[in-house]
């Protein structure tokens, strides 16, 4: 069901945006991870209209614009500003969760019924240009994004010399501790080891550390620790994933043997269990990205952010992920779309993905973006952040999430030996290629 949002706003209602926003403290919304997470509900319609701005709308841009996103209040937030700036387009929104608009969209888009504007994680976008929907961006707009986005980010978006999405935001796990239940922040796996020693009670349930570990996303900073780099050192190989390699046995024999601090079989180990008992102040440690922030602070949590532990004196490396905005090869309206994707990436739009989800843009200089330079949460996500890899930007990237989180699954429940754990993970994915109509030789 779609939210209609006709919001032609007058100019001050923008200045009362920049300088009265909802800081981060105020948020109310979460978003899951967006590699994994489930498809989100549609809110109910809503309809808001304002007085027309009598600003002239910039360079002429006008008409129908159609946009998917995954708040309903950055939509609501995004939008308003947007109109300030471009007051002769009419936007209507939908709620729909990342990591299905693509899909969607290779629906919605032949039919007429999809999106001119819509966002994805990075590891689809391969996907997305081979299904040609996505328009590319002008040689003018990559130069001036190549100048402003992240190197890291800007490269998730290319493929063969063009540019086809815009990064808005970047995120990475890192440890999330309680302040009130840790007196001494740990820099190492077995700090907190040796904290679990005295704090767990397993008879009722209580653990030091807790987190979602069969998901491949949160857990594959266990295999890095001990050299693994899934598709080879470029992570673009596919047809060398590793599962098999001694890096990952090593790996995962250091990661079941932590089970000891942490009793509990997958099935139980859920995203409430772990990450939302953290963020109501049930737990001394999680493992999870900044897409947990706003519920902590919602609920008063005295918690702080810091890089992930040491493991045999190696700083882990984890994924980082890139949330792209694309415009739809499909739109009729492709000027407007491009104007909405290009406010996204700005200054005015990173300020306000700040100020209403609490998450980091992928903009290079973050000094002119109030509050957030600032941010003691976010600064302990960006610790992480150089030992960080983006996930794999090649579309066989959708084959590796299965068997890479089978590998934790099976292992960690001990429903298979390390060696047949590996041989399996290998058997999935070149099944899972063939089917693709690929193969590895």
Request: hydrophobic share 40%.
């Amino acid at each position: 069901m779609k939210k209609f949002l006709s919001i032609l706003m007058a100019s001050s209602l923008l200045f009362s945006l920049a300088a009265c926003g909802n800081t981060a403290s105020n948020v109310t919304t979460t978003s899951a991870p967006q590699t994994t997470a489930a498809p989100q509900t549609t809110a109910a319609p809503q309809t808001t209209t304002a007085a027309p701005n009598t600003t002239a709308a910039s360079g002429g841009i006008s008409g129908n614009l159609t946009v998917w996103l995954d708040n309903d209040d950055w939509a609501t937030a995004l939008i308003t500003a947007f109109n300030a700036k471009y007051p002769n387009v009419t936007v209507t929104t939908e709620n729909v969760g990342n990591v299905d608009q693509p899909q969607k969209v290779t629906l919605d888009g032949p039919a007429g019924t999809g999106p001119d504007v819509f966002c994805m994680p990075h590891d689809h976008v391969a996907t997305a240009i081979n299904d040609g929907i996505c328009e590319p961006f002008s040689a003018d707009l990559k130069t001036k994004y190549e100048s402003t986005i992240l190197p890291s980010a800007i490269g998730t978006a290319e493929k063969d010399g063009k540019l086809y999405g815009v990064p808005y935001q970047t995120e990475n796990v890192a440890l999330f501790y309680n302040k009130d239940l840790v007196k001494t922040v740990p820099t190492t796996f077995d700090d907190i080891i040796n904290f679990a020693k005295t704090y767990n009670d397993p008879a009722n349930g209580k653990y030091a550390l807790q987190w979602q570990v069969n998901d491949a996303y949160h857990n594959y900073f266990f295999l890095t620790a001990f050299g693994y780099s899934v598709f080879g050192p470029n992570r673009d190989d596919y047809k060398s994933p590793g599962f098999d390699s001694d890096a990952v046995a090593k790996g995962l024999a250091y990661y079941t043997s932590i089970r000891d601090i942490y009793d509990v079989n997958t099935a139980d180990a859920t995203y409430d269990a772990t990450v939302g008992a953290f963020t109501k102040g049930q737990v001394p440690f999680t493992i999870t990205g900044p897409w947990a922030i706003a519920d902590c602070v919602k609920n008063g949590v005295n918690f702080g952010v810091t890089k992930l532990p040491t493991i045999n004196g190696v700083q882990p490396r984890c994924f980082s992920g890139v949330q792209v905005a694309a415009v739809s090869s499909y739109s009729t309206n492709k000027d407007a779309a491009f104007a909405f994707v290009d406010f996204m990436a700005s200054p005015d739009g990173a300020k306000i993905l700040y100020d209403v989800k609490g998450t980091l843009t992928a903009l290079k200089d973050i000094t002119n973006i109030a509050g957030l330079k600032d941010d003691e949460h976010l600064k302990g996500i960006e610790e992480q952040s150089p030992y960080s890899d983006p996930m794999p930007v090649i579309a066989e990237v959708q084959m590796m999430w299965q068997p890479l989180g089978d590998l934790f699954t099976f292992a960690w429940d001990k429903q298979l030996s390390i060696p047949d754990d590996q041989a399996k993970a290998m058997d999935t994915y070149e099944t899972l290629l063939q089917a693709a109509g690929e193969t590895m030789k």
